[in-house]
Nanobody, 114 residues
Framework: QVQLVESGGGLVQAGGSLRLSCAASRSIFSITTMGWFRQAPGKERELVAVINSSGNTNYADSMKGRFTISRDGAKNTVYLQMNSLKVEDTAVYYC????????WGQGTQVTVSS
């Protein structure tokens, strides 16, 4: 079992930055992959970025160069640093863990205003 708690969402102007955090209930090195997904109103949930237990990362094309996924093993936390935010980045951002099965956090709202 893995419990995930996200934090760090909020309201920001276009061009600004936010950092999201996802705290896991157990060692993130025991979790195969952790990642961030997002869901905008009326749209399907989509991949933002993932990081595996070895530290390898993968990003959706539209986030490359703007978003960075990282981790702190001592805190069992994965981060998503989001820079140069755009209005179209507005969504609920979810943390996801895969460890034999998929676990989701409750989501955190990110709103980017023009």
């Amino acid at each position: 079992q893995v419990q995930l708690v996200e934090s760090g969402g909020g309201l920001v102007q276009a061009g600004g930055s936010l950092r999201l955090s996802c705290a896991a209930s157990r060692s993130i090195f025991s979790i195969t992959t952790m990642g961030w997904f997002r869901q905008a109103p009326g749209k399907e949930r989509e991949l933002v970025a993932v990081i595996n237990s070895s530290g390898n990362t993968n990003y959706a094309d539209s986030m490359k160069g703007r978003f960075t996924i990282s981790r702190d093993g001592a805190k069992n936390t994965v981060y998503l640093q989001m820079n140069s935010l755009k209005v179209e980045d507005t969504a609920v951002y979810y943390c996801r863990a895969f460890a034999r099965t998929v676990y989701w956090g409750q989501g955190t709202q990110v709103t980017v205003s023009s």
